[in-house]
């Protein structure tokens, strides 16, 4: 059930330029917080700008309730948010979204996370790790812009590292490693978040090989919480094609079921 909180920061760190994880203290969202799970964080106490900002929830650590998001600055709101200082209060909605990643006991799983999108990946890693062989792919533009490599290197079993332009690691697409790979062995399941084509390509490719893969999915939000109708994607629901709401009934999706 999500709740409206302020929440201290408790920890800021700016990862590489224009991208920050923030560390809040809040008792009510890391005991809810699922693997997927969002927040929609207000980022003024003025009514401009009068939105919150959707921001996915990267790790949670329970024993001390600590939640962690970790954000690019974009536009207004989130060069607002980059302002703010350790000790300064948020008022943060959370954990939001039904639709999560699902951990069970997988024998294997393949997660694949381009860009920013590999951040909400980290929370469902380290969860499945206990009880399945995680392979994790990361896709990023160049070499300026990876992080946490070490971080996923520690919640799964292999790590693959692309760059677009082979400035670092492996050159090319996360998703042509992970396909060279399921030729050899395919998984149980394949997660993903990350930038609207590499989605579409891991969507078209899990139902060609018919694996099974959830996905993440990012909408502009209003409300979020299925009450503004700004989020809405077409699924298929028992053969029929239908509206439902990135921010309720998502944000994570069966590949299966949604037309992006
Ligand atoms: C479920 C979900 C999870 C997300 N998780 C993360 C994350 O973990 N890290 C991260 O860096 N970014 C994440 N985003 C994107 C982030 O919400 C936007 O970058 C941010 O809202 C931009 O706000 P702004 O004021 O800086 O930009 P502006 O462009 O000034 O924003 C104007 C308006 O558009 C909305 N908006 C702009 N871009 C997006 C977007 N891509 N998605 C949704 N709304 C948008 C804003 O909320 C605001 O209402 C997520 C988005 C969604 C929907
Ligand atoms: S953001 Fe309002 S319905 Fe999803």
Not at 84 to 93: A, C, P, S
Not at 161 to 166: A, E, L, P, R, S
Request: glycine share 8%; net charge negative.
């Amino acid at each position: 059930m999500p709740v409206q909180t302020v929440a201290k920061i408790v920890g800021k760190e700016k990862l590489i330029e224009g991208i920050y994880k923030f560390s809040m203290k809040t008792k009510e969202i890391a005991k809810e917080a699922k693997p997927g799970s969002f927040l929609e964080i207000q980022v003024s106490e003025s009514y401009e700008p009068f939105l919150r900002r959707p921001i996915s929830i990267y790790n949670v650590d329970k024993e001390n309730d600590v939640v962690e998001f970790i954000f690019q600055v974009k536009g207004k709101g989130t060069k607002m948010l980059m302002d703010k200082k350790v000790g300064d209060d948020l008022n943060i909605l959370g954990p939001l979204g039904e639709g999560t990643f699902e951990v069970k006991h997988y024998k294997k799983a393949y997660i694949i996370g381009g860009g920013i999108g590999t951040y909400p990946l980290y929370e469902l890693a380290k969860e499945l790790k206990e009880n399945t062989d995680v392979t994790m792919y990361m896709g990023f533009r160049n070499k300026e812009l990876v992080t946490l490599e070490s971080e996923f290197e520690e919640v799964s079993k292999k790590l693959v590292v692309t760059t677009d332009d082979g400035s670092y690691k492996e050159k090319g697409y996360a998703i042509d490693f992970l396909k060279e790979d399921c030729n050899k062995e395919k998984p149980d399941i394949i997660f993903a978040c990350g930038p609207l084509p590499m989605l579409q390509a891991v969507q078209e490719f899990a139902k060609k090989e018919k694996i099974e893969c959830q996905m993440s999915l990012e909408e502009r939000m209003g409300c979020g919480i299925g009450a503004c109708v700004g989020c809405a994607v077409k699924v298929i629901r028992n053969g029929e094609e239908k509206y439902e709401y990135v921010c309720k009934n998502g944000p994570v999706f069966n590949a299966k079921d949604v037309i992006i």
